[in-house]
């Protein structure tokens, strides 16, 4: 798993539930570390040794904590780079799911290692849609739940989404759209500044 991945949860989980809870994790996970290096890859094994013991701290399911990891990667103030490469695909939420399919690529525009999911975006009728994220790694349809529920906020789009289970090589999300323009979204200029 790429580092900058591994470095994302641990931000998000440090953020959320301090520093002292990381470090329990870290023991309970048997990192023999306490910090990921985000330039580096590391062995899948240890991400999911990282989120096992998340998940016993914490007392969540691992799928609630991905999901939370999700919201976390676009609400962060430190992450609004993230937040940028996302809003790039679009004006509204719907060019936004329209460009999902691109995001694999766009991320490797800024580091050539980074290996996303392949998404693949379906319509299944006028406002409803059904993601599909390929990928080994166990939870990617539950990271995307939160990721795109933070989307949909950001752009002001009242949105239902929810996984919609296992598939070979991924997982489903189902996303119905219910209003277009629900609420005033964050601003966003193509030129960097946020209002």
């Known amino acids: 798993?790429?580092?900058?991945?591994?470095?994302?949860?641990q931000m998000f989980l440090r953020s959320t539930y301090g520093n002292a809870v990381w470090l329990d994790i870290v023991r309970d996970a048997q990192l023999g570390f306490d910090s990921f290096e985000t330039m580096l890859n590391y062995e899948d094994r240890l991400t999911d040794q990282v989120l096992a013991a998340a998940s016993r701290r914490l007392n969540l399911p691992r799928e609630a904590i991905l999901e939370d990891l999700g919201l976390f990667l676009v609400?962060?103030?430190?992450?609004?780079?993230?937040?940028?490469?996302l809003r790039f695909g679009g004006v509204t939420f719907v060019d936004f799911l329209y460009s999902l399919d691109?995001?694999?690529?766009r991320g490797r525009l800024a580091l050539p290692d980074l290996d996303l999911p392949a998404l693949h975006l379906a319509g299944t009728?006028?406002?409803?849609?059904?993601?599909?994220?390929l990928s080994p790694f166990r939870g990617v349809g539950h990271v995307a739940v939160g990721l795109l529920r933070a989307m949909?906020?950001?752009?002001?789009?009242?949105?239902v989404i929810d996984h919609a289970g296992p598939t070979e090589g991924g997982e489903h999300v189902s996303i119905k759209l219910l209003d277009h323009q629900f609420a005033t979204g964050r601003r966003f200029t193509l030129a960097g500044q946020v209002l």
């Open 1 to 9: 798993m790429h580092g900058l991945v591994n470095r994302s949860i």
């Open 75 to 85: 609400a962060e103030p430190a992450l609004e780079r993230l937040r940028r490469l």
């Open 102 to 105: 691109d995001l694999p690529a």
């Open 125 to 133: 009728d006028h406002d409803s849609f059904s993601l599909t994220c």
């Open 152 to 159: 949909a906020d950001d752009y002001g789009a009242l949105v």
